[in-house]
């Protein structure tokens, strides 16, 4: 292997530290890595160790940021409900309509338009509890639209966060655009042939996605010790383990993946408190 792959591959792993540390620092590394004893593989330990103080590099940033830790919290967790709102849209084929309002939503809350992003999840919170509300039935145009209040609960918090975003004015940063890759597997999974809506492979996928993020949240609130991505899991776990508690999932699959995202939001909540060692 060359001596330009290794080169290549060194400038990859540097990729996972923040931008601004990659310009004041990036060359100094690189040559730093490069300036030793000539080895035709980097080793994995090696690429490990560069990747995992990229990322908490820029979990510390994060923490760092200008943005009050209960709004990039609130931020984060809107994000993620609002992705979620999209992927089911798209895998219950709603209308070209809804579909382009929970987009907005997402690219909206993905770029900290919060101005923009309020009216939308009002209306989105509005529209799925049009029946509770105004005794409304479904229409076509429409998206769905929930009988009871627990339901709803997501799409509350979507309205209440948005909202209290707009009220407390704070500076959001954007958040990256690789986020788009979850509606993007969704299309996937809902026109690919073979694979049904809702089925063994769409629930693998949700569950696998929810438990990755997740778990880098943990690691996240390790290395910077703010409760930000703790507030941002407890958005997205609490109403739908609130579902769970009040109808009882059918089976211990079930029952065993909402006690699995609740102890990881628990665990993440317990270590944002925590003294770092000294």
Not at 44 to 62: D, H, N, S, W, Y
């Amino acid at each position: 292997m060359s001596g330009t792959f290794t080169e290549t591959w060194y400038r990859l792993c540097l990729r996972a530290f923040p931008p601004g540390h990659r310009n004041e620092y990036g060359a100094e590394m690189l040559g730093t890595l490069l300036d030793g004893p000539p080895r035709r593989t980097p080793s994995p330990r090696e690429t490990a160790g560069l990747m995992t103080a990229g990322f908490i590099a820029r979990f510390r940033q994060a923490a760092a940021s200008t943005s009050p830790w209960w709004a990039d919290g609130i931020h984060l967790g809107l994000l993620t409900l609002s992705l979620a709102n999209l992927s089911y849209c798209i895998a219950d084929h709603t209308s070209v309509w809804w579909l382009a309002v929970s987009t907005a939503l997402v690219i909206t809350l993905l770029r900290g338009w919060v101005p923009l992003a309020v009216p939308l999840a009002l209306l989105v919170a509005l529209s799925t509890g049009r029946a509770m509300l105004f005794g409304a039935s479904t229409t076509a145009f429409l998206g769905p639209a929930y009988v009871n209040w627990v339901s709803l609960a997501p799409y509350g918090m979507l309205a209440i966060g948005a909202v209290a975003l707009l009220l407390g004015r704070p500076k959001l940063r954007s958040r990256p655009w690789w986020w788009l890759a979850i509606p993007a597997a969704a299309v996937v999974l809902a026109h690919a042939p073979g694979i049904r809506e809702y089925g063994e492979t769409w629930q693998l996928f949700r569950a696998g996605t929810e438990a990755v993020l997740l778990l880098i949240g943990v690691w996240a609130t390790a290395a910077a010790r703010s409760p930000r991505w703790a507030l941002a899991a407890a958005l997205y776990v609490l109403p739908g383990a609130a579902s769970a508690l009040a109808d009882p999932p059918p089976n211990v699959q079930d029952t065993g993946y909402w006690l699995t995202l609740t102890a990881l939001l628990l665990a993440m909540t317990a270590t944002a408190w925590r003294p770092a060692r000294s």
